[in-house]
């Protein structure tokens, strides 16, 4: 389930529950609506208990677009082990930030 709320220029995206090519084409409608919703974004993942490529890829999309327009991403609430486990298998572990606010380096 994908939850959009959108308060003046900020936007707060909630994704909970599988995140994998079932869900990509919703997943993607859902990043590409808070992308164009303000400028900053709140991602929350703590919710989230399957995750594949597709789903990192879209991830990775909206970070990329939201650093391209000079929009900001940060994140709330914990970052699920589903989560850092598919990170881990894909090799991109490298990409995740060390810092809890913050998905991507």
């Known amino acids: 389930m994908f939850e959009l709320h959108v308060e003046g220029s900020s936007a707060r995206l909630q ?5 994998t090519i079932q869900q990509a084409a919703e997943l993607k409608e859902s990043c590409v609506q808070a ?7 709140v991602l929350n993942l703590s919710g989230v208990t399957r995750i594949d490529l597709a789903g990192l890829q879209i991830l990775c999309a909206m970070h990329r677009a939201l650093v ?3 929009k900001s991403l940060t994140l709330q609430g914990e970052i699920p082990k589903p989560f ?3 990170v ?3 090799g991109f572990q490298g990409c995740l930030s060390a810092d809890q606010t913050r998905l991507w380096k």
Do not use: C, M
């Open 15 to 19: 994704l909970t529950g599988d995140l």
């Open 35 to 41: 992308v164009q919703s303000g400028d900053s974004l």
């Open 68 to 70: 391209d327009e000079g």
């Open 84 to 86: 850092k486990e598919t």
């Open 88 to 90: 881990h298998i894909a």
